[in-house]
């Protein structure tokens, strides 16, 4: 594709469910981050992968949170047990490499946790 | 870890004027970001920058490493270009991925 898609747009859950978020990044592009945003915050860092391996996942909050990137393509977000506290935009943004490092970035997904 | 500040934090202009806004940082880095968010949460890369300036249509973005400082510059502004401009710089020299957001300056340009 042109873009960063990334899926649902939103999703609204009940606290203590599973969801799963898709990032599907520039085609070529090695490095893919995700990201967190908060209401009226900038954006955490969460995870980055470097093709299929995630480099650093340093900026997970908790073990809750997960993430795939099993082809070094599209990339899952995963949530258990989601909590009220997981509400944002996650925002996933890819880059040609980590040297390059300009990122272009997806649409968002905006999940409510209710 | 590096500290960005931007400013202004709100501009409002009439269309057709030159809007400037600042970013400064606090550790060296390789690289600046500069990007533009949209109302409902897109975010848009607009420049990456590591010396000098880029320009890109009306956009215009500059970068002092000396002064740890850049500017972004939109010349004949529009209603179009409302929206938040955000800068971010990475964590360190060697973390070009862990981007360190500034808190952005919300543009308002009126017809």
């Known amino acids: 594709g042109a873009g960063v898609s990334q899926t649902p747009s939103n999703k609204v859950t009940e606290k203590g469910k599973y969801v799963e978020l898709r990032c599907d990044p520039i085609?070529?592009?090695?490095?893919l981050y995700w990201y967190r945003q908060s209401l009226g915050q900038g954006p955490e860092f969460l995870i980055y992968?470097?093709?299929?391996?995630?480099?650093?996942d340093s900026g997970l909050p908790n073990d809750r949170f997960f993430a795939v990137r099993p082809e070094g393509s599209v990339s899952t977000l995963k949530i258990q047990r989601t909590e009220r506290g997981d509400s944002a935009v996650y925002l996933c943004a890819s880059s040609l490499n980590r040297v390059t490092g300009e990122q272009y970035f997806g649409p968002g997904t905006r999940l409510t946790v209710t | 870890k590096n500290e960005v500040e931007q400013s202004p934090q709100n501009l409002t202009a009439q269309e057709g004027e030159f809007i400037t806004i600042n970013c400064s940082y606090s550790v060296g880095i390789s690289a600046l970001h500069w990007l533009q968010q949209h109302p409902g949460g897109g975010i848009v890369s607009l420049f990456m920058?590591?010396?000098?300036?880029k320009k890109h249509g009306r956009l215009i973005a500059t970068i002092n490493i000396q002064e740890k400082h850049s500017s972004l510059h939109i010349t004949a502004s529009h209603p179009r270009d409302s929206a938040v401009y955000i800068c971010?710089?990475?964590?360190?020299?060697?973390?070009?991925?862990?981007?360190?957001w500034g808190a952005g300056t919300k543009l308002i340009i009126k017809p």
């Open positions: 920058l590591s010396s000098g300036k």
């Open positions: 971010a710089v990475p964590s360190g020299m060697d973390s070009n991925y862990q981007l360190i």
């Open positions: 992968f470097q093709g299929t391996g995630a480099a650093d």
């Open positions: 085609s070529g592009h090695t490095a």
